[in-house]
């Protein structure tokens, strides 16, 4: 286990390296740097040559590169052209808020999809079936934005039951703890926080688990209709064993293990579509901070931000391979 | 009265939406006696299988149509509610099944696997059951059953693992056992083995057995009463000695010749069955079996031929003109399991 | 009996066993594509995709107005929130600048289209290509063909790693903005999934039987994939390709939507149109509801043929 | 056309949208109404985009001037709703007649929100700060405002830099502040109102001066002080309380020892919401009580629903771009001069721009001092395009047609827009227009003042009223985004550049802006106000044409 770990954890360190020439070489394909980014139309061309020179912009490519490696190794991302602050700094500032949208996310992802991807799969050809194939197909098929625009002109704006932007009422000042606003209220017993934190997490959450969402209904009906036949099922069955245990202890147990594997992976996607989700609902988590960091070419940020996303990715990935050893014994010997 | 009475049981596929109906069991009927062994006998596709499911109640309630009736003491199987059979199922009727890895949960312990048949029809619970499932393992003669609770199926060796499973169908000392090729995914030597478990449980247990096989050395070897089966209807049904000794369906007796003789001189030939199951005729028009069928004359076209005793008392045959000599057996007397165990190869 | 003669005669089992499977591989086609001729979901699916490209093809002839010209530019008041719905010469109204929004949808199904397929094109070629090499040097390359093997998945991992809008988004800002962009941006997106899939099944089909007699009568390697491996691991990859139009639809949607689309707006393409509509979301709901209801619809149209094909070709969703 | 807000259109979108709302069931009411009721003694306004530094001196951008005034005030100001100087925290100010010399009377009995006293150390305290700015402050990305009024400081660590202009500033008294220059300066006294230029406390300043801006990596990083609450002390109404980057919102509360009238509501909350239609949205959902940049489509839907939505007057110019050096065709004036009657300036106010918005006839707003009427005009007119064309001997013209996406400034409210319209209309006289989208930082604003694009659109608000401020920021010499070199115009606008005396200066750009129209080097489109609205229980502040709202007129209904 700790081998797989470890082993793991190296490998990480060639794909960091690789990605992070890769996006070098991209990014400095681009022109520019953060001058015209903060003077606007006041930007004359010599200031903009002054402080790209007063950057070391106008060194060649390879000593930039060496520096960029240099403070890589110190663990330093840089700093953000749009804020003028340290890219590490931002993203501890911002990534508890898309930590606590994806999870909300999810969690309804999970909890939704997997009953009912199972009811579907039980039901085969019935209306819940039909209803929730059809509707997940449709989760996959709407643009996240436009989605995020329906459900936030309909339940925000039309009937005001949930805010339009933000993470917390700007009336609401909670102590901040962790950065995960819900969480930081049950700590300080602002539960009045936490709520309010919670209903602004609704629609975003919403939004963004629509395609995970989508996803693990159908992994779940498939693989629930492929193990439903399996010979050990008809053997628990054989034995008279309650519904609920065949479901739970027969069916559910051996249907979840590609599912879990799905779940990793959507976690990673969940990141790109915070992006878009974030920016509709102008949520102060990473995705919005990064999507003017997109516009706006603040390298640093973008290349930082895909560093972290292949770490997390990787994590994912390592923890979804120790969970599946830890539900299949198969798995385990080898 | 029997404990099992099956009567003119019939099963159905298809109907729902447009898939055309196909009849796998058409109308089979025999009895299982208090501790009796009987035999299911026929090649795969004629409907054994089948018949043990819907008596179990496994079938899948959609696209699926009973007919006939199957009474255990007294009640009718095919009409009892789902709630029904799960009380009665592994408690009453128990059944071992044909492929143990596939038949067993990867991911759950062998010892959960069995508590929880004891719990559901025993109420027993934690230490007091793992007690009794370690018991039962040893009991089906497997080795350290403490420790092997905890295994896995994929830790476990074939023969174990169908061990296990008859441990589980025992568990409860079911009053009929029902095993569906309990032994032909194992080697030769496990087979045999198995094959003794079973006789021993059944004879301690006064336990009744519907031994459901193509292989008509486990027949030999087990069974009092045999039921041969072809497409879905009992072709013949005689007690074992009268069987083996004169086979009087065309088929029966094609099955029969067709075990390799170990005292056959070296060279002659096995006498195989011509076609295979596929090629048949609806029994509404005459005997399935006509088109494979040496002694098929036109008569055996006029309609389903009826089930008659024409010889010895309770040795049913369905053929217009039955076979009158008789095959010579090695095996005839007191069949030896191991050595036949190998024997029917003929589905 | 001589040696030459021994392995004509192994040869030939070979060839049988090869064709053996591979005509097993076309009948499992045959197979598959009655199944899909009975699914529900196939007939719905190819009904949309056809009614699809059919507006795609005679879209811009069938135009009523030019789905350019601000014909109507004088009628549209923007800056007071006046916008003209649908009326006799203008079935779904006007759009933002005056123009007629039926026939730059009619005209914008042929952009989306284009999109769609050049961008699944180039995800699913270059996508092939790595994943035949890989696939191919990992069944028969022994360790060299290992190593090469694990490489290539290394950056698939990468590409993988990255959240596919990012990488669109990325390319699309260092390459500048054009319709080819958005067309690159996505298909790149496609190009590990396909590569992945194509190794995946080509190592399964690999470890098959018929592989192995092959490969143990010592066929000529390439002769192997050529003839053997690769025909029967290509049905994942059609049924991806399907899907892969949809998802190409959608991210194209989402890169216009980050303001990285189809460079002028007044060619009409449904992604551009939506993102550009949601700004009057209030006031002209119906603007973004048209492209966006294309999309989805179309979408939806390829996601359903690509399950009924996945059902159809995989035995095990069958029931 | 309000028919299109149809029940059905509703029921599509609720269709589309219930298929996948799962748990939208999950909330009350009056949760949700919180933020409103809270509202009562806090006001949330919405900009567009995040500020850069809390110190109005490192600024150069309206979202960050919009949170600074609040909280900062200079020696001068501009009359509340107007473009007029007035007396801001010098109650009276004058210079010599060679406009080297500027005198102040101060303000008196002014606090700073750290309690320090205003007087005239404290102002010359702030400007020998910034003159005696070294290491990266000495950046224009940092001290932008600072270089344009004053061009450079004590020691010049660039040599590309000027001299500084700022020579000196004295405590006559402790009411009276002298600040002396090397030479008149258009940008004097309008530069004394920047609020880049607002004054600090001395104390403060001591701190920030601990602080240094760094150029690490690929970005200037701001001084940590600029960043947050806490050092940070100015005159203003409001004074800091925090800045929450996550929830991308400064909150500030009311400074009680204000010198003037103490601000109507308790708290000020001042946040980001990038998108129009979110800022729309927060505010008929009663998230906030007020946003800036108001899309034109929304001014009249919200004015319907009877929110506030107050017209600003217009001080800034939209215009039509030209590099002559990019397109030879460009240098013939009878080619510009085509592509100006070409245009329809009419129907793009008429369509796009919000309410009062006007066509452009020359370089600057009409509320600028030195517009005039007596500029040539070029009226729409698409027949004498095309002649004028083919007398050029250009009538198959083809022209690069740069445009930023995904931006909206306060002079163009959606450039894509007027883009299509300014196309179709070259396209309608005959021209083949290529578009060149860019994003607007930096590819956009790089491109064009390389000079790489033939057509384009760029403007520009006014920092203060003085024509040089337009006129001069584009043809007080040869500037590659226009790529030409026509010294009776230079001359012109630089005329008035040192001119002291106010009114020579004003008939100056008079002047400046007939010769600049006669040799029409870009097309002026229009001036615009930059929408504004508040909520329906808001009385909105005095708007004002060069944006600076001051926050602390606001109560509530």
Known sequence: ?334 | ?347 | MTTSTKAAKIERLAELTAQNETSSGASLWREAFRRLKTSKMAIIGGVVIAAFIVMAVVGPWVAPHSPKALTWKDEVFLNRGEFVGPRGENWFGLDHLGRDMFSRFLVGARQTLLVGVVSMLIGLIIGAVIGVVSGAAATLGGAAGRRVDTVVMRITDIMLALPSLLLAASIAAVMGQSLTTVMIAVGVVQIPIFARLLRGSMLAQGSKDYVLAAKSLGIRKRRIVVTQILPNSLSPVIVQATLSLATAIIEAAALSYLGLGNPDPSVPEWGVMLSQAQRFFDNAPMMAVYPAVGIIITALGFTLLGEAMREALDPKLRG | ?557
């Open chain 2, 1 to 347: 009265m029997a404990l099992l009475s099956v009567d003119e049981l019939s099963v159905t596929f298809g109907g729902v939406h447009g898939r055309k109906e196909s009849t796998a069991v058409d109308g089979v009927s025999f009895d299982v006696d208090q501790g009796q062994v009987v035999g299911l006998v026929g090649e795969s596709g004629c409907g054994k299988s089948v018949t043990s499911l819907a008596l179990m109640g496994l079938l899948p309630g959609k696209g699926v149509k009973l007919g006939g009736r199957a009474d255990f003491d007294g009640n009718n199987l095919l009409t009892m509610s789902q709630r029904e059979l799960r009380e009665m199922r592994g408690k009453e009727i128990a059944m071992i099944f044909q492929d143990p890895l596939s038949s067993l949960n990867p991911v759950v312990p062998i010892g959960v696997q069995v508590t929880e048949i004891l719990q559901r029809h025993r109420g027993l619970k934690g230490e007091p059951a793992r007690k009794e499932a370690a018991h039962l393992l040893d009991r089906v003669g497997i080795p350290d059953p403490t420790r092997r609770l905890k295994e896995y199926p994929h830790q476990l060796s074939g023969g174990m693992r169908q061990r296990a499973l008859i441990a589980m169908a025992v568990a409860c000392a079911p009053r009929l056992l029902i095993a569906d090729e309990p032994t032909t995914a194992l080697d030769v030597t496990i087979q045999a083995q198995i094959l003794e478990l079973l006789k021993e449980l059944v004879d301690e247990e006064g336990t009744a057995l519907l031994m459901i096989t193509h292989d008509l050395g486990v027949v030999a070897g087990l069974c009092d009463q045999v039921n041969v089966l072809y497409a879905g209807k009992v072709v013949e049904s005689a007690d074992r000695h009268e069987l083996f000794a004169h086979p009087m369906h065309p088929y029966a007796h094609g099955l029969l010749e067709s075990i390799p003789r170990l005292d056959a001189p070296r060279g002659e030939p096995l006498k195989p069955i011509r076609g295979s199951i596929n090629d048949r005729i609806a029994w509404a028009d005459g005997c399935a079996f006509a088109p494979r069928c040496d002694y098929y004359t036109i008569e055996c076209l006029t309609g389903t031929p009826a089930l008659t005793v024409p010889a010895a008392a309770g040795h049913q045959v369905r053929c217009v003109n039955p076979v009158r000599e008789p095959v010579e057996i090695a095996t005839l007397e007191t069949p030896d399991v191991t050595a036949t165990a190998h024997g029917g190869t003929s589905a």
């Open chain 1, 1 to 334: 286990m700790l081998r797989l770990v470890i082993r793991r954890l190296l490998q990480l360190i060639p794909t960091l390296l690789g990605l992070s020439v890769l996006l070098f070489v991209w990014l400095n394909r681009l022109p520019g740097g953060p001058a015209s980014a903060i003077l606007g139309e006041r930007a004359t061309e010599a200031e903009v040559a002054r402080i790209n020179k007063l950057l070391g912009l106008d060194q060649p490519l390879y000593i930039q590169y060496g520096r960029f490696l240099k403070r890589i190794a110190e663990l330093d991302l840089g700093t953000s052209t749009q804020t003028g602050q340290p890219v590490w700094d931002e993203f501890t500032l911002r990534f508890p808020a898309t930590v606590e949208l994806s999870i909300a996310a999810m969690i309804i992802a999970i909890a939704v999809g997997i009953p009912l991807g199972y009811l579907a799969a039980r039901h085969r050809g019935g209306w819940l079936d039909l209803g929730s194939v059809t509707g997940s197909l449709i989760g996959i098929c709407i643009p996240v934005f436009f989605l995020a625009l329906i459900l936030k002109g309909i339940f925000a704006v039309e009937m005001g039951i949930f805010p339009t932007t933000g993470r917390q009422s700007t009336d609401i000042n909670a102590t901040d703890i962790t950065g995960f606003a819900v969480l930081d209220g049950l700590i300080t017993g602002e539960f009045d926080a936490s709520w309010d934190a919670l209903v602004h997490l609704v629609l975003p959450a919403v939004t963004l688990a629509s395609i995970p969402l989508a996803v693990i209904v159908r992994m779940t009906r498939a693989s629930v209709l492929e193990v439903v036949g399996e010979d050990y099922v008809r053997t628990a069955e054989s034995k008279g064993l309650e519904r609920k245990v065949v479901r739970g202890r027969h069916i559910m147990r051996n249907a979840l293990l590609p599912v879990v594997t799905a779940v990793g992976l959507l976690t990673g996607s969940l990141l790109s579509g915070a992006v878009l989700t974030e920016s509709v609902f102008t949520f102060g988590g990473i995705g919005s901070f990064i999507r003017t960091a997109i516009s706006e070419r603040d390298y640093p940020v973008l290349v930082g931000f895909i560093m972290f996303i292949a770490l997390i990715y990787v994590l994912i990935n390592l923890l979804v391979d120790l969970a599946y050893s830890l539900i299949d014994p198969r798995v385990r010997v080898h």
């Open chain 4, 1 to 557: 056309m309000r028919i299109l807000k149809s029940r059905g259109a509703r029921m599509a979108t609720a269709a589309v949208a219930a298929t996948l709302v799962v748990t939208a069931c999950g909330s009350d009411r009056d949760k949700g109404d919180e933020g409103k009721d809270g509202g009562k003694d806090t006001f949330v306004f919405a900009g567009a985009g995040d500020p850069a530094s809390l110190d109005p001196a490192l600024a150069s951008d309206g979202e960050s001037f919009r949170v600074t005034r609040q909280a900062f005030e200079a020696l001068l100001e501009h009359e509340p709703g107007g473009s007029k100087l007035v007396g801001g925290l010098a109650e009276k100010w004058s210079s010599n007649p060679e406009g080297t010399v500027w005198t102040f009377n101060l303000r008196q009995g002014v606090k700073f929100h750290d309690g320090e006293a205003f007087n005239a150390a404290a102002v010359c305290a702030n400007y020998d700060h910034w003159f005696n700015w070294t290491g990266t402050y000495q950046s224009s990305a940092v001290s932008y405002y600072w270089q344009a009024i004053m061009d450079g400081y004590a020691k010049n660590e660039d040599k590309e830099l000027k001299p500084s202009n700022y020579k000196s500033c004295t405590a006559k008294d402790d009411n009276t502040a002298v600040i002396e220059v090397n030479k008149a300066s258009a940008q004097l006294p309008g530069g004394f109102s920047l609020n880049a230029l607002a004054i600090h406390s001395p104390k403060s300043i001591k701190e920030m001066e601990k602080q240094e801006a760094t150029a690490k990596g690929d970005a200037i990083t701001y001084p940590k002080y600029s960043q947050e609450a806490g050092i940070l002390a100015g005159t203003g109404p409001y004074k800091y309380v925090k800045w929450n980057k996550g929830d991308k919102q400064v909150e500030m509360t009311r400074f009680d020892d204000y010198w003037g009238e103490k601000a109507k509501v308790k708290n000020l909350v001042i946040k980001t919401i990038d998108t129009e239609d979110g800022r729309r949205q927060a505010l008929q959902a009663g998230d906030i009580d007020g946003y800036d940049l108001v899309a034109p489509a929304d001014v009249k839907t919200l004015e319907d629903a009877g929110y506030e939505v107050p017209t600003r007057d217009v001080f800034n110019l939209l215009y039509l771009g030209m590099t002559q050096s990019k397109n030879k065709a460009l240098q013939k004036p009878e080619v510009r001069q085509a592509i100006a009657h070409a245009v329809d300036r009419e129907n793009l106010v008429k369509t796009q721009l919000p309410e009062g918005g006007k066509v452009a006839t020359q370089f600057m707003p009409d509320t600028v001092a030195g517009y005039t009427d007596k500029v040539k005009k070029y009226e729409f007119d698409t027949a004498k395009a095309k002649s004028l064309l083919k007398g050029a001997g250009e009538s198959k013209l083809k022209v690069d047609f740069c445009y930023p996406t995904e931006v909206s400034r306060p002079y163009m409210p959606n450039p894509q827009d007027i883009f299509e319209l300014v196309k179709n209309d070259l396209e309608k006289a005959g021209i083949t227009v290529t578009p060149k989208p860019m994003t607007w930082a930096p590819d956009y604003l790089d491109a064009t003042e390389a000079g790489s694009c033939a057509l384009h659109l760029l403007g520009w608000t006014g920092d203060f009223n003085d024509g040089y401020n337009f006129i001069g920021t584009w043809f007080a010499g040869k500037d590659k985004q226009w790529g030409f070199d026509d010294k009776k115009v230079f001359d012109a606008v630089n005329a008035g550049a040192e001119e002291p005396d106010a009114t020579k200066r004003v008939a100056d750009y008079e002047a400046a802006n007939v010769a600049i129209m006669d040799f029409l080097p870009g097309l002026p489109l229009s001036s615009s106000p930059p929408g504004i609205a508040f909520g329906k229980n808001v009385n909105p502040p005095k708007v004002s044409p060069l944006t600076q709202e001051n926050f602390a007129e606001v109560s509530f209904k």
